[in-house]
Nanobody, 119 residues
Framework: QVQLVESGGGLVQAGGPLRLSCAAS????????MGWYRQAPGKQRELVAT???????NYADSVKGRFTISRDNAKNTVYLQMNSLKPEDTAVYYC?????????????WGQGTQVTVSS
């Protein structure tokens, strides 16, 4: 089992920055990609950004140029630096991790952290 603990959410004014962190613990052998998803009220959960254990990044079009994902493999932690935040970025942000163990793919989720951007 892998536990993901997010931190860093909160209330911020439009145009401001916010940084999310997600620390993984437990049986992290085989950990591969980590990333962030978000879910706004009444909407489906959507991908924000992912990063592989080799550092390959992927972003949703809506956040490209504003958000940066990074990863510290030594600390088993993934970060999401969010700049130029917009009210439409308001959502619960979830950390996600994928692990491949003996050929089986496992998906893990954090509990979520609220990000609210005021206009």
């Amino acid at each position: 089992q892998v536990q993901l603990v997010e931190s860093g959410g909160g209330l911020v004014q439009a145009g401001g920055p916010l940084r999310l962190s997600c620390a993984a613990s437990g049986n992290i052998v085989g950990m591969n990609a980590m990333g962030w998803y978000r879910q706004a009220p009444g909407k489906q959960r959507e991908l924000v950004a992912t990063i592989t254990n080799r550092g390959r990044e992927n972003y949703a079009d809506s956040v490209k140029g504003r958000f940066t994902i990074s990863r510290d493999n030594a600390k088993n932690t993934v970060y999401l630096q969010m700049n130029s935040l917009k009210p439409e970025d308001t959502a619960v942000y979830y950390c996600n991790a994928l692990a491949i163990v003996l050929g089986t793919l496992y998906t893990y989720w954090g509990q979520g952290t609220q990000v609210t951007v005021s206009s």
